[in-house]
């Protein structure tokens, strides 16, 4: 597997294979174009010979100017549960600490239990909110729409600050 940073010639094979990595779930708002113009250094893509099969789309703050925020990551299915998506994290992780960011934030929806446990085995904590589902912290009306929303966080490690 070889991961590399995005291309503006990316964006088709993304888009086109985006609605079903997601599932039912997908909107049209969350990748396009500009992302890979503006965000290229934390915007990864995984490849096996030659084909996508993942990829991980992030950004650096600039309000909090020691933390990146992953927007999105996807897996190619059949691809799913071997080691892509941490190699994806691992290699965000790094960049970040390239440019000087020691705190890696992300959200997910509640129901999204895949994610959760995802996040959860890379070593990122839930953040306590007022209001638990099940037993899982949400933030609620995170994106302004009425969309609550499980809050990430990682504080990067000695291990990434030194392969940097
Ligand atoms: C979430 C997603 C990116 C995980 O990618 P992946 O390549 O399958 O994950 P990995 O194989 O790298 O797994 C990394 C760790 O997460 C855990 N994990 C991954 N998927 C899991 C699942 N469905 N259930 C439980 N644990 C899971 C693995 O056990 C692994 O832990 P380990 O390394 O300690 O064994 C992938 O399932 C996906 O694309 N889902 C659809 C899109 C999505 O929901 N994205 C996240 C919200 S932004």
């Known amino acids: 597997m070889k991961i590399r940073n995005m291309e503006g010639s990316d964006c088709g094979g993304i888009l086109a294979v985006a609605s079903a990595w997601w599932g039912n779930t997908y909107s049209s708002d969350m ?6 113009t503006h965000f290229r250094e934390t ?14 789309m992030g950004f650096m703050s600039q ?7 992953i927007r999105i ?12 998506g941490r190699a994806l994290y691992e290699a965000f992780a790094e960049r970040a600490v390239a440019l ?27 953040e ?7 037993g899982i912290p949400v933030c609620i009306d995170y994106d302004g729409r009425g ?18």
């Not at 096996?48 to 991980?56: A, D, K």
């Not at 990551?73 to 892509?84: E, F, I, L, S, W």
């Not at 969309?147 to 940097?164: A, W």
């Open 128 to 134: 306590p909110q007022e209001q638990e589902l099940e």
């Open 31 to 36: 990748f396009s174009k500009w992302y890979i």
């Open 73 to 84: 990551v996807m897996v190619d299915p059949a691809y799913r549960g071997k080691g892509v």
């Open 147 to 164: 969309g609550g929303r499980v809050l990430f966080k990682k504080r990067l490690g000695v291990e990434q600050r030194t392969v940097c």
């Open 43 to 56: 915007c990864l893509l995984a490849e096996e010979g030659g084909r996508m099969i993942g990829f991980v």
């Open 100 to 126: 000087e960011r020691s705190v890696i934030r992300c959200v997910t929806a509640p129901w999204n239990k895949e994610s959760i446990a995802f996040h959860i085995s890379l070593g990122f904590i839930m």
């Open 63 to 69: 309000t909090n100017p020691d933390e990146t925020y």
